[in-house]
C-alpha cells in the first residue's frame, strides 16, 4: 500500500460563536501524485471542512468535547468521524455523559483501528474499522478483512462484517464469509448482496441468518448466486447504528 503524505490539520476553535471547524486532507495523497498530476489539475487529495455546531450542547459538554477532538487532531486520527457522532447523539437525545462516553470511546477504537490497518488507511476505513471494534470484532479479524483487500477499500467489508454480527452471526462464520467475498472480482457486489439477504433472514431469527449467509456464500463461490443485489440503492453498505 502506498504510504500517504503527512496530514495537514488545521483546528481554529471559535469560541465567542460557539462553533469549531476542522479542516482536514481528506484521504491519503498518493507520493506519485506531483510527478503524475498535469499543470493546474488539483490534487488527489481535497480540503473539507466539518462544524462542530457547540450550540447543541451545554457549555460543559461542549468543551470537554471540544478537548477530545484536539486531542485526536494531536494523534493524527480523523476528528470528522467524532463529531458525526457527538452531532449524532444529539439529535437522539442522548445524555451528555452517554455522549462524551460514546465520543471518546470511538476515539479510541479509532486509535486502535489505525493501529491494525496501518497509517496508509483511508478516514473511512478507520471509521467503519473503529464500529466494527465497538462491536466486539476482534483485532486479528480487522487484519483479515485488510489481508483480504490489499489493494482495494476495505470499507464495505468492515460494514458488512459489523452489520452481521449484530445480526446475531456468530464472529467466525461472519469473518470467514466476509473475507472469502471480499477476494473475489466484484466483492462489493457479494458483499453487499450479503448483507441485504442476511438482514432479511435475520427477522426470522439467528439461526435462519447463519443458514441464508451459508447458503448465499457457496452459492456466490460456485457461480450459482449472481451478486447483484446491493444493500441500497446507491451501492453503499448499511451502516449499524451506534451501540
Known amino acids: 500500500m502506498t504510504a500517504p503524505l503527512a496530514m495537514a490539520w488545521l483546528v481554529v476553535a471559535h469560541l465567542a460563536a460557539g462553533?469549531?471547524?476542522?479542516?482536514q486532507t481528506v484521504g491519503p495523497l498518493p507520493a506519485a501524485d506531483t510527478a503524475t498530476r498535469q499543470p493546474g489539475q488539483p490534487p488527489t487529495g481535497r480540503r473539507e471542512q466539518t462544524q462542530f455546531d457547540a450550540t447543541r450542547f451545554d457549555s460543559v459538554t461542549a468543551n470537554t468535547l471540544r478537548g477530545l477532538f484536539e486531542d485526536a487532531v494531536e494523534m493524527g486520527l480523523p476528528t470528522r468521524p467524532l463529531i458525526n457522532r457527538a452531532l449524532e447523539g444529539a439529535a437522539r437525545r442522548m445524555s451528555s455523559e452517554r455522549i462524551i462516553r460514546v465520543v471518546r470511546e470511538h476515539a479510541a477504537a479509532l486509535s486502535s483501528a489505525k493501529?491494525?490497518?496501518g497509517p496508509g488507511s483511508s478516514e473511512a476505513e478507520l471509521d467503519a474499522a473503529a464500529m466494527a471494534l465497538r462491536s466486539g470484532i476482534d483485532e486479528p479479524s480487522l487484519t483479515?478483512?485488510?489481508r483480504s483487500r490489499p489493494?482495494?477499500?476495505?470499507v464495505t467489508a468492515l460494514v458488512v462484517l459489523t452489520d452481521l454480527v449484530r445480526r446475531g452471526v456468530p464472529r467466525p462464520e461472519a469473518r470467514e464469509a466476509v473475507t472469502s467475498l471480499a477476494s473475489l472480482p466484484r466483492s462489493d457486489d457479494a458483499l453487499l448482496g450479503l448483507q441485504s439477504t442476511v438482514a432479511k433472514n435475520a427477522l426470522r431469527g439467528p439461526g435462519m441468518a447463519l443458514d441464508a449467509l451459508n447458503r448465499y456464500v457457496r452459492g456466490t463461490a460456485s457461480g450459482t448466486v449472481t451478486p447483484s443485489t446491493p444493500a441500497t440503492t446507491d451501492r453503499k453498505p448499511v451502516r449499524p447504528p451506534d451501540p
Open 115 to 117: 493501529a491494525v490497518l
Open 151 to 154: 489493494a482495494g477499500s476495505a
Open 144 to 146: 483479515a478483512v485488510r
Open 19 to 23: 462553533t469549531l471547524m476542522v479542516e
